[in-house]
């Protein structure tokens, strides 16, 4: 993408006006989302959730391209919840915005397999659409930034990795959710992870209180634990709220310390955000908007 690095610093003006007013790191009001290339389009056979959506920019690809992967407590949510980061249009990176199948339909790990299997059809059928196979990466929130990591541990590992991975907030170590919580002395909105009922146990089919450290060793932290020495992991950028009161920032934090410990030489971007309302995702910042248009328009040139 030839043209990218002339047309960063104009972006990133917009960028930053469009954050100002945004929710979360997403950066367009629903009203103002740009017309999809192409929708629902089916990427596997499992459920008719393994669909997503294409937004490409304007010009002549084949364009790099950022998977976008809802949140939603792992129960809920569609890929038409957020607005579609325009900007990053603008930076000449396509958006494919995905869904996969929720807890009910589907318990650990049916959820990042559909975020692998989007991304395995996207490497081979990507070009048909306008895409840069090999020019990739995956970011999430939330219940989407825990898919976006371990996805994206499961395409290292087959020899398809992303070019960059961005979470904004995942829970990484379902059994530590609770402890992080309290060492924060901060009470979890939604309830306690060790619940029965909790997102996290509903996800893996068990109590998390039963069992956690068979919670911990399905996600990021214990695959990471694991990680054959010598393989490479790509560039990762975290971006958690200080006032989160649904992960705790320390969840963020095992993320950065495991990844570094599997691969010393991996660069990790992470970043409490301060200051924040505890109501809100506190991403939505100038500093953060612009960052992360910067590390992924460098990492997908």
């Given at each position: 993408m030839a043209?990218?690095?002339?047309?960063?610093?104009?972006?990133?003006?917009?960028?930053?006006?469009?954050?100002?007013?945004?929710a979360?790191?997403?950066?367009?009001a629903?009203?103002?989302?740009p017309?999809?290339?192409?929708t629902?389009?089916?990427?596997?056979?499992e459920?008719?959730?393994?669909?997503?959506?294409?937004?490409?920019?304007?010009?002549?690809?084949?364009?790099?391209?950022?998977?976008?992967?809802h949140?939603g407590?792992?129960?809920?949510?569609?890929?038409?919840?957020?607005?579609?980061?325009?900007p990053l249009?603008?930076?000449?990176?396509?958006?494919v915005?995905?869904?996969?199948?929720?807890?009910?339909?589907a318990?650990?790990?049916?959820?990042?397999?559909?975020?692998?299997?989007?991304?395995?059809?996207?490497?081979?059928?990507?070009?048909?659409?306008?895409?840069?196979?090999?020019?990739?990466?995956?970011?999430?929130?939330?219940?989407?930034?825990?898919?976006?990591v371990?996805?994206g541990?499961?395409?290292?590992r087959e020899?398809?990795?992303?070019?960059?991975?961005?979470?904004?907030?995942?829970?990484?170590?379902?059994?530590?959710?609770?402890?992080?919580?309290?060492?924060?002395?901060?009470?979890?909105?939604?309830?306690?992870?060790d619940?029965?009922?909790?997102?996290?146990?509903?996800?893996?089919?068990?109590?998390?209180?039963?069992?956690?450290?068979k919670?911990?060793?399905?996600?990021?932290?214990?695959?990471?634990?694991a990680?054959?020495?010598?393989?490479?992991?790509?560039p990762?950028?975290?971006?958690?709220?200080?006032?989160?009161?649904?992960?705790?920032?320390?969840?963020?934090?095992?993320?950065?310390?495991?990844?570094?410990?599997?691969?010393?030489?991996?660069?990790?971007d992470f970043?409490?955000?301060?200051?924040?309302?505890?109501?809100?995702?506190?991403?939505?910042?100038?500093?953060?908007?612009?960052?992360?248009?910067?590390?992924?328009?460098?990492r997908?040139?």
């Amino acid at each position: 993408m030839a043209e990218q690095p002339s047309r960063l610093l104009s972006v990133l003006a917009a960028l930053i006006m469009a954050a100002a007013t945004a929710a979360g790191l997403y950066f367009v009001a629903q009203a103002q989302r740009p017309a999809a290339a192409q929708t629902d389009i089916r990427y596997a056979p499992e459920s008719e959730k393994n669909r997503l959506d294409l937004y490409l920019p304007a010009g002549d690809g084949p364009f790099p391209y950022v998977i976008d992967i809802h949140g939603g407590d792992f129960t809920g949510g569609d890929k038409s919840d957020t607005p579609v980061p325009e900007p990053l249009l603008d930076l000449g990176i396509a958006v494919v915005r995905v869904n996969y199948r929720p807890a009910a339909e589907a318990k650990w790990p049916g959820p990042r397999d559909d975020v692998v299997a989007a991304a395995r059809f996207l490497r081979t059928a990507g070009p048909q659409f306008g895409l840069d196979p090999a020019r990739y990466a995956l970011w999430g929130k939330s219940a989407g930034g825990f898919l976006a990591v371990t996805a994206g541990l499961e395409l290292t590992r087959e020899g398809q990795a992303p070019r960059a991975i961005v979470d904004f907030g995942g829970p990484m170590a379902f059994g530590q959710l609770d402890a992080d919580m309290a060492a924060l002395d901060r009470v979890p909105a939604r309830g306690p992870a060790d619940a029965a009922d909790s997102p996290e146990s509903l996800l893996l089919g068990f109590p998390i209180a039963g069992n956690r450290a068979k919670a911990d060793e399905v996600g990021p932290i214990g695959v990471l634990s694991a990680w054959p020495a010598g393989q490479k992991l790509p560039p990762l950028m975290i971006r958690h709220a200080d006032g989160d009161l649904d992960v705790p920032q320390l969840q963020s934090g095992r993320l950065r310390d495991a990844w570094i410990a599997a691969d010393p030489s991996a660069l990790v971007d992470f970043v409490v955000v301060q200051g924040v309302d505890p109501s809100t995702t506190g991403l939505s910042g100038e500093d953060t908007a612009g960052e992360v248009a910067v590390f992924l328009a460098e990492r997908l040139q």
